[in-house]
């Protein structure tokens, strides 16, 4: 009797976890800095999709200087995970380790 509802539940959460999967994440949730740290290179191509309508949806809403400072952040994290942000003045983020510039 254990056996079958473990089973059962192990198959719930199996169904869970794959349509999780499948479907792309929801942005809405998340506050525009959150958004903005997110690094849209490592995301899947739906989730990378939904990253997009959602920043594109709140753009539209946001005034010129808004945007601007929306456009820094993101290059501040994408620069963050290229070569350690080298945009700041040195080695921050770690490393150096050689990494072919």
Known sequence: MYRKRFMQ???????????????AQDFSGLGTTELT?????????????????????????MSAAEKDETRNQMREQ???????????????GGGGMGRGH
Do not use: H, W
């Open 9 to 23: 539940a192990a198959a719930v959460a199996f169904g869970l976890i794959s349509l999780n999967a499948i479907a």
């Open 37 to 61: 740290q997110l690094k849209p290179s490592e995301m899947g191509e739906e989730d990378r999709n939904a990253f997009r309508a959602e920043m594109q949806k709140r753009s539209a809403n």
């Open 78 to 92: 994408k620069g963050k995970g290229q070569g350690g942000g080298q945009g700041k003045g040195g080695m921050q």
